[in-house]
């Protein structure tokens, strides 16, 4: 699945280039609330949940479990590194 940088929101790309370095480094499922406070979004934790939620959809990030944070699939890993990592 190969997906076109418009076909995310600028904010989704913020978010997945957020959880993916996240991710590298700590090998942690990243939460909304961790994502506000390490970022410094000018958003709720709700905001970012509903684009977490949009970037699941897509297929480029999941749940570990349900109740966890959510960790990069092969293809956000392969959007960030196609578009995001750059930035």
Do not use: W
């Not at 934790?45 to 699941?56: C, K």
């Amino acid at each position: 699945m190969n997906i076109k940088k418009t076909e995310i929101t600028h904010r989704e790309q913020q978010v997945l280039k957020a959880v993916v370095e996240d991710y590298i480094l700590n090998h942690v499922p990243i939460g909304s609330n961790v994502l506000k406070q390490k970022h410094a979004f000018d958003c709720s934790s709700a905001t970012l949940r509903n684009a977490m939620a949009s970037l699941e959809k897509k297929n480029l990030m999941m749940h570990t479990y349900t109740s966890s944070g959510r960790v990069p699939t092969d293809v956000g890993y392969r959007y960030y590194v196609d578009h995001l990592m750059q930035q």
